[in-house]
Protein backbone atom coordinates (compact mmCIF):
# COMPACT_ATOMS: atom_id res chain seq x y z
CA UNK A 1 0.00 0.00 0.00
CA UNK A 2 0.97 3.56 -0.62
CA UNK A 3 2.40 5.61 2.44
CA UNK A 4 4.24 9.03 3.23
CA UNK A 5 5.84 9.66 5.88
CA UNK A 6 6.47 12.57 7.45
CA UNK A 7 8.41 11.69 10.86
CA UNK A 8 8.44 15.24 12.43
CA UNK A 9 5.35 16.63 12.81
CA UNK A 10 7.71 20.10 13.65
CA UNK A 11 11.05 21.41 13.43
CA UNK A 12 12.79 24.18 14.15
CA UNK A 13 16.33 26.18 13.32
CA UNK A 14 17.86 29.30 13.91
CA UNK A 15 17.94 31.53 11.02
CA UNK A 16 21.54 30.42 8.43
CA UNK A 17 21.32 26.97 10.23
CA UNK A 18 21.04 23.94 7.41
CA UNK A 19 17.26 22.54 7.55
CA UNK A 20 16.20 18.97 6.20
CA UNK A 21 12.37 17.43 6.77
CA UNK A 22 12.22 14.17 6.07
CA UNK A 23 10.11 12.32 3.53
CA UNK A 24 9.96 8.15 3.59
CA UNK A 25 7.58 6.67 1.58
CA UNK A 26 6.16 3.14 0.50
CA UNK A 27 5.16 2.03 -2.91
CA UNK A 28 5.87 -0.60 -4.79
CA UNK A 29 6.29 1.02 -8.30
CA UNK A 30 7.74 3.87 -9.68
CA UNK A 31 6.41 6.72 -7.67
CA UNK A 32 6.30 10.73 -8.72
CA UNK A 33 7.19 12.75 -5.43
CA UNK A 34 6.52 16.34 -4.90
CA UNK A 35 6.69 18.54 -1.81
CA UNK A 36 3.92 21.16 -1.39
CA UNK A 37 4.25 24.19 0.58
CA UNK A 38 1.43 26.08 2.99
CA UNK A 39 2.64 29.28 4.17
CA UNK A 40 0.84 31.19 6.61
CA UNK A 41 -2.84 32.40 5.79
CA UNK A 42 -1.96 30.87 2.51
CA UNK A 43 -2.99 27.79 0.23
CA UNK A 44 -1.28 24.68 -0.33
CA UNK A 45 0.91 25.32 -3.25
CA UNK A 46 3.48 23.09 -4.75
CA UNK A 47 6.90 23.86 -3.76
CA UNK A 48 9.10 20.94 -5.99
CA UNK A 49 9.15 17.48 -7.59
CA UNK A 50 11.23 15.12 -8.30
CA UNK A 51 11.13 15.05 -11.69
CA UNK A 52 12.21 18.30 -12.21
CA UNK A 53 15.49 18.28 -10.27
CA UNK A 54 15.29 21.74 -9.56
CA UNK A 55 16.20 24.33 -6.86
CA UNK A 56 13.00 25.93 -5.83
CA UNK A 57 13.48 29.36 -2.99
CA UNK A 58 17.17 27.36 -2.10
CA UNK A 59 15.50 23.68 -1.33
CA UNK A 60 16.40 20.84 -3.05
CA UNK A 61 15.21 17.53 -2.64
CA UNK A 62 16.90 13.92 -4.01
CA UNK A 63 14.63 11.15 -4.45
CA UNK A 64 16.66 7.82 -3.09
CA UNK A 65 15.10 4.64 -4.27
CA UNK A 66 16.91 2.79 -2.00
CA UNK A 67 15.95 4.04 1.25
CA UNK A 68 12.64 4.78 0.11
CA UNK A 69 13.37 8.58 1.11
CA UNK A 70 12.78 11.90 -0.62
CA UNK A 71 14.10 14.29 1.89
CA UNK A 72 13.94 18.13 1.51
CA UNK A 73 16.99 20.17 2.28
CA UNK A 74 17.90 23.87 2.41
CA UNK A 75 21.90 24.50 3.48
CA UNK A 76 21.07 28.02 5.10
CA UNK A 77 16.93 28.39 6.50
CA UNK A 78 15.53 32.10 6.75
CA UNK A 79 12.35 33.07 8.60
CA UNK A 80 10.00 33.39 5.55
CA UNK A 81 10.89 29.53 5.52
CA UNK A 82 8.27 28.84 7.98
CA UNK A 83 5.36 27.28 7.22
CA UNK A 84 3.81 23.61 6.89
CA UNK A 85 5.89 21.50 4.66
CA UNK A 86 4.19 18.55 2.81
CA UNK A 87 5.71 15.74 0.85
CA UNK A 88 3.35 13.67 -1.01
CA UNK A 89 3.13 10.84 -3.42
CA UNK A 90 1.73 10.38 -7.05
CA UNK A 91 1.73 6.91 -8.29
CA UNK A 92 2.54 5.58 -11.78
CA UNK A 93 1.01 2.33 -13.61
CA UNK A 94 -2.47 0.36 -11.99
CA UNK A 95 -2.54 3.95 -9.74
CA UNK A 96 -5.60 6.35 -10.25
CA UNK A 97 -4.74 9.14 -11.69
CA UNK A 98 -5.06 12.16 -9.72
CA UNK A 99 -3.96 10.61 -6.73
CA UNK A 100 -1.84 12.41 -4.37
CA UNK A 101 -0.67 10.70 -0.93
CA UNK A 102 -0.04 13.18 1.09
CA UNK A 103 2.25 12.75 4.24
CA UNK A 104 1.22 14.28 7.53
CA UNK A 105 3.23 17.42 7.22
CA UNK A 106 5.79 19.37 8.56
CA UNK A 107 5.40 22.74 10.16
CA UNK A 108 8.83 24.36 10.07
CA UNK A 109 9.50 27.00 12.32
CA UNK A 110 12.87 29.37 11.37
CA UNK A 111 14.22 31.78 14.43
CA UNK A 112 15.90 34.79 13.66
CA UNK B 1 -10.70 36.54 -9.82
CA UNK B 2 -8.14 34.16 -10.80
CA UNK B 3 -7.33 31.14 -9.25
CA UNK B 4 -9.64 28.59 -7.17
CA UNK B 5 -11.65 30.20 -4.73
CA UNK B 6 -13.89 28.82 -2.22
CA UNK B 7 -16.91 29.71 -0.09
CA UNK B 8 -17.35 30.29 3.00
CA UNK B 9 -14.70 30.17 4.17
CA UNK B 10 -15.88 29.15 7.71
CA UNK B 11 -18.39 26.72 8.06
CA UNK B 12 -20.42 26.19 11.79
CA UNK B 13 -23.40 23.60 11.13
CA UNK B 14 -25.50 21.19 13.22
CA UNK B 15 -25.57 17.48 12.79
CA UNK B 16 -29.11 17.69 11.19
CA UNK B 17 -28.32 20.77 9.13
CA UNK B 18 -27.58 20.47 4.85
CA UNK B 19 -25.60 23.20 3.90
CA UNK B 20 -23.26 22.96 0.56
CA UNK B 21 -19.69 23.89 -0.58
CA UNK B 22 -18.49 25.96 -3.62
CA UNK B 23 -15.66 25.82 -5.65
CA UNK B 24 -14.86 27.93 -8.47
CA UNK B 25 -11.88 27.87 -10.56
CA UNK B 26 -11.33 30.67 -13.68
CA UNK B 27 -7.96 28.67 -15.13
CA UNK B 28 -9.60 27.09 -17.38
CA UNK B 29 -8.74 23.51 -16.43
CA UNK B 30 -10.60 20.26 -16.89
CA UNK B 31 -9.98 18.22 -13.49
CA UNK B 32 -11.40 19.56 -10.26
CA UNK B 33 -10.57 17.64 -6.82
CA UNK B 34 -11.98 17.37 -3.16
CA UNK B 35 -9.74 17.04 -0.56
CA UNK B 36 -10.30 16.45 3.03
CA UNK B 37 -7.62 17.73 5.78
CA UNK B 38 -7.94 17.05 9.16
CA UNK B 39 -5.67 17.30 12.05
CA UNK B 40 -5.37 14.10 12.97
CA UNK B 41 -4.82 12.29 9.36
CA UNK B 42 -2.76 13.32 6.00
CA UNK B 43 -4.83 14.97 3.63
CA UNK B 44 -7.19 12.53 1.94
CA UNK B 45 -8.56 12.79 -1.67
CA UNK B 46 -12.50 12.62 -1.70
CA UNK B 47 -13.35 13.05 -4.88
CA UNK B 48 -12.38 13.29 -8.44
CA UNK B 49 -14.06 15.04 -11.47
CA UNK B 50 -12.77 15.00 -14.77
CA UNK B 51 -14.70 16.55 -17.83
CA UNK B 52 -17.73 17.47 -15.51
CA UNK B 53 -17.47 13.39 -14.67
CA UNK B 54 -16.29 11.78 -11.19
CA UNK B 55 -13.69 9.55 -12.12
CA UNK B 56 -13.28 8.46 -8.41
CA UNK B 57 -14.96 8.33 -5.05
CA UNK B 58 -12.44 7.15 -2.24
CA UNK B 59 -15.16 5.35 -0.22
CA UNK B 60 -16.72 8.81 1.18
CA UNK B 61 -19.71 8.24 3.05
CA UNK B 62 -22.83 9.11 1.12
CA UNK B 63 -23.47 11.89 4.04
CA UNK B 64 -20.87 13.97 1.17
CA UNK B 65 -22.46 14.51 -2.56
CA UNK B 66 -20.12 16.49 -4.77
CA UNK B 67 -21.81 17.93 -7.57
CA UNK B 68 -20.16 19.15 -10.81
CA UNK B 69 -22.46 21.47 -13.59
CA UNK B 70 -19.56 22.46 -15.06
CA UNK B 71 -16.03 22.53 -15.78
CA UNK B 72 -15.75 25.93 -13.64
CA UNK B 73 -18.11 24.79 -10.71
CA UNK B 74 -17.66 22.18 -8.04
CA UNK B 75 -19.81 21.80 -4.99
CA UNK B 76 -20.30 19.61 -2.04
CA UNK B 77 -23.46 19.11 -0.42
CA UNK B 78 -23.22 18.01 3.35
CA UNK B 79 -26.05 16.09 5.38
CA UNK B 80 -26.01 14.88 8.33
CA UNK B 81 -22.89 14.98 9.37
CA UNK B 82 -20.89 13.84 12.27
CA UNK B 83 -19.02 15.72 14.44
CA UNK B 84 -15.86 13.83 13.38
CA UNK B 85 -16.34 15.58 9.54
CA UNK B 86 -14.92 18.87 11.03
CA UNK B 87 -11.97 19.55 8.99
CA UNK B 88 -10.45 21.71 6.32
CA UNK B 89 -11.92 21.36 3.05
CA UNK B 90 -9.29 21.89 0.09
CA UNK B 91 -10.86 22.12 -3.55
CA UNK B 92 -8.20 21.83 -6.42
CA UNK B 93 -8.12 21.83 -9.65
CA UNK B 94 -5.59 20.59 -12.83
CA UNK B 95 -5.62 21.22 -16.34
CA UNK B 96 -6.16 17.22 -16.77
CA UNK B 97 -6.77 14.26 -14.34
CA UNK B 98 -3.25 13.25 -13.63
CA UNK B 99 -1.55 16.08 -13.71
CA UNK B 100 -0.28 16.64 -10.24
CA UNK B 101 2.56 18.79 -10.72
CA UNK B 102 0.27 21.62 -11.60
CA UNK B 103 -2.88 21.15 -8.76
CA UNK B 104 -3.70 24.45 -7.69
CA UNK B 105 -5.30 24.01 -4.36
CA UNK B 106 -8.11 26.69 -2.75
CA UNK B 107 -7.92 28.09 0.52
CA UNK B 108 -10.49 26.00 2.08
CA UNK B 109 -13.74 25.91 3.79
CA UNK B 110 -13.23 25.13 7.30
CA UNK B 111 -15.70 23.24 8.79
CA UNK B 112 -17.04 22.35 12.16
CA UNK B 113 -19.82 20.48 13.21
CA UNK B 114 -21.46 20.03 16.18
Known amino acids: AQRVTQPEKLLSVFKGAPVELKCNYS??????LFWYVQYSRQRLQLLLR??SRESIKGFTADLNKGETSFHLKKPFAQEEDSAMYYC??????????????FGRGTQLTVWP | ETGVTQTPRHLVMGMTNKKSLKCEQH?????MYWYKQSAKKPLELMFV???????ENNSVPSRFSPECPNSSHLFLHLHTLQPEDSALYLC?????????????FGSGTQLSVL
Open chain 1, 50 to 51: HI
Open chain 2, 92 to 104: ASSPTQGAEEKLF
Open chain 1, 88 to 101: ALSGAAGSTLGRLY
Open chain 2, 27 to 31: LGHNA
Open chain 2, 49 to 55: YSLEERV
Open chain 1, 27 to 32: YSGSPE
